[in-house]
Nanobody
């Protein structure tokens, strides 16, 4: 059974930090590109960051560049998103994603991140 389980979300003040984790199971994690998406209330889901398998290159949305860092630990089947200098506009449900080719796409259940004073 394929599972992606996120953790580490919560409430944080502006300027604070959080580290999201996503543990994968049920598939060969090392062969998948992995990423984080988010969806704020009333908005479409958007890509935040992804990590490619081909060359290990990380990509970031312009809105999070320099503040967020994606990483993976293949031995633990885990992907992380370190989020620093958080802003109220980062408030959203964050989703973990694993993708291989155009047809195989797995999602986590999502976790809430709220940035507020």
């Amino acid at each position: 059974q394929v599972q992606l389980v996120e953790s580490g979300g919560g409430l944080v003040q502006p300027g604070g930090s959080l580290k999201l984790s996503c543990v994968a199971s049920g598939f060969r994690f090392v062969y998948y590109a992995i990423g984080w998406f988010r969806q704020a209330p009333g908005k479409e889901r958007e890509g935040v960051s992804c990590l490619m398998t081909s060359d290990g290159t990380a990509h970031y949305a312009d809105s999070v560049k320099g503040r967020f860092t994606i990483s993976r630990d293949n031995a633990k089947n885990t992907v992380y998103l370190q989020m620093n200098s958080l802003r109220p506009e980062d408030t959203a449900v964050y989703y973990c994603n694993a993708k291989r080719g155009p047809l195989v796409n797995f999602w986590g259940q999502g976790i809430q991140v709220t940035v507020s004073s």
